[in-house]
T-cell receptor, first 116, second 112 residues
């Protein structure tokens, strides 16, 4: 597609439930990133996929968080047993390569997750 | 891990005024970028800087990559109401494989 597409745009879930967030990157972009943005805060790196390489999971805050990506297409971020502190906007971004040298990252509009 | 200190946290300015914000880091970055985020949207790239000392303009925006590679600033001249939003600096370290590190943002409000 023309841009990075994320769904759902908003998600309200009960504490303890699992949620899946989806990201559809720009076609041809080999790199895909997930960031978390808490209210009034900056962007916190979660996980990064580059082609067929093993993902960089160094930013995942706990083992309740996991992500998958099929080839160079769609990615899903899964949060198990959600907690109230998981409430945030989850942003996905993609880029043509491993660095931002030419285009930077293109971000989606995010999924606003509210855990009640 | 690497952290960026961005200041100021927020600014209230009159339309037509110039704005300046900056980012500093304790470690070296090879690339500095500035993004703007509108409400309900993801950040959008404004300016990218690749060389120490580089000064780059994009319309009313001017950004510089500090000589030490540990800082960057963004200036907005003659602000207009649509400049309202949150501005983030971002840096990438030596390895092109490392994800961007973001500052906490500067929230800009423009009073007409």
């Amino acid at each position: 597609g023309a841009g990075v597409s994320q769904s759902p745009s908003n998600k309200v879930t009960e504490k303890g439930k699992d949620v899946e967030l989806r990201c559809d990157p720009i076609s041809g972009h080999t790199a895909l990133y997930w960031y978390r943005q808490r209210l009034g805060q900056g962007l916190e790196f979660l996980i990064y996929f580059q082609g067929n390489s093993a993902p960089d999971k160094s930013g995942l805050p706990s083992d309740r968080f996991s992500a998958e990506r099929t080839g160079e297409s769609v990615s899903t971020l899964t949060i198990q047993r959600t907690q109230q502190e998981d409430s945030a906007v989850y942003l996905c971004a993609s880029s043509p390569g491993t660095g931002p040298s030419f285009y930077g990252y293109t971000f989606g509009s995010g999924t606003r997750l509210t855990v009640v | 891990g690497q952290q960026l200190n961005q200041s100021p946290q927020s600014m209230f300015i009159q339309e037509g005024e110039d704005v300046s914000m900056n980012c500093t880091s304790s470690s070296i970055f090879n690339t500095w970028l500035w993004y703007k985020q509108d409400p309900g949207e993801g950040p959008v790239l404004l300016i990218a800087l690749y060389k120490a000392g580089e000064l780059t303009s994009n319309g009313r925006l001017t950004a510089q990559f500090g000589i030490t590679r540990k800082d960057s600033f963004l200036n907005i001249s003659a602000s207009i109401p649509s400049d309202v939003g949150i501005y983030f600096c971002a840096g990438q370290g030596r390895s092109g494989n490392t994800p961007l590190v973001f500052g906490k943002g500067t929230r800009l409000s423009v009073i007409a």
